[in-house]
């Protein structure tokens, strides 16, 4: 089982359009939890962190639910400016005292989202 | 600020033939990443440096050697390159090696075909 997991779409909406992804995460030690967004194959871009009370950037916002080890992002009112790839990210806690003392940062697979005019 | 600088943007190797690809940041940052990404899938991580001269296995390190020698570089090697290493490659960095809740600044990729 991959340590996060994502549906990879593609999710096809219209503009104006809400619409939702959910990502999953395995390992409960996980401390740190972000969305990127990558437009064709450039690299990542920071869209959000995600806080364990939620939080709102415009028309995007994140929430954490640790019980279910899983986070989601919700897109308000879909602009076609808005397709590209949304790719969660976790933090995977604190690694074995052998390692060098840094954290992996472990990216899901991408979900495609296609906003239609 | 440049950023994080990755050499060659393009390559294309023969099966067997050795390179590295190469990795530099200007922000004084201590933790390094490299991760590869194939078409449909996310990136995966392939090794990771808290400071100068320490390494950590990610995800997909065989086949690959990482060498960080100084707090600036993180070079990537293919000893002997395999078509299933045809990929594009990401370098990141980030501030501090001890916290958790810093974004990763990513170089541009470079796209390696391996024939």
């Known amino acids: 089982r991959k340590e996060v997991e994502q549906d990879p779409g593609p999710f096809n909406v219209p503009e104006g359009a809400t619409v939702a992804f959910n990502c999953t995460y395995s390992?409960?030690?996980?401390?740190?939890f972000f969305w990127y967004r990558q437009d064709c194959r450039k690299e990542p871009k920071l869209l959000m962190s995600?806080?364990?009370s939620g939080n709102e950037d415009g028309r995007f916002t994140a929430q954490l639910n640790r019980a279910s080890q899983y986070i989601s992002l919700l897109i308000r009112d879909s602009k076609l400016s808005d397709s590209a790839t949304y790719l969660c990210?976790?933090?995977?806690?604190?690694?074995?005292?052998?390692?060098?003392?840094?954290?992996?940062?472990?990216f899901g697979t991408g979900t495609r989202l296609k906003v239609l005019a | 600020n440049a950023g994080v600088t990755q050499t060659p943007k393009f390559q294309v190797l023969k099966t067997g033939q050795s390179m590295t690809l190469q990795c530099a940041q200007d922000?004084?940052?201590?933790?390094m990443y490299w991760y590869r990404q194939d078409p449909g899938m996310g990136l995966r991580l392939i090794y990771y440096?808290?400071?100068?001269?320490?390494?950590d296995k990610g995800e997909v390190p065989n086949g690959y050697n990482v060498s960080r020698l100084n707090k600036r570089e993180f070079s990537l090697r293919l000893e002997s390159a395999a078509p299933s290493q045809t990929s594009v490659y990401f370098c990141?960095?980030?501030?501090?090696?001890?916290?958790?809740?810093?974004?990763?600044?990513f170089g541009s990729g470079t796209q390696l075909s391996v024939l």
């Open positions: 440096s808290a400071s100068e001269g320490t390494t």
């Open positions: 990210v976790v933090n995977m806690g604190r690694p074995p005292i052998s390692t060098s003392g840094t954290y992996k940062y472990i």
């Open positions: 995600v806080y364990s």
């Open positions: 390992n409960s030690a996980s401390q740190s």
């Open positions: 922000m004084n940052h201590n933790s």
């Open positions: 990141a960095s980030k501030p501090r090696s001890s916290t958790t809740n810093e974004k990763l600044f």
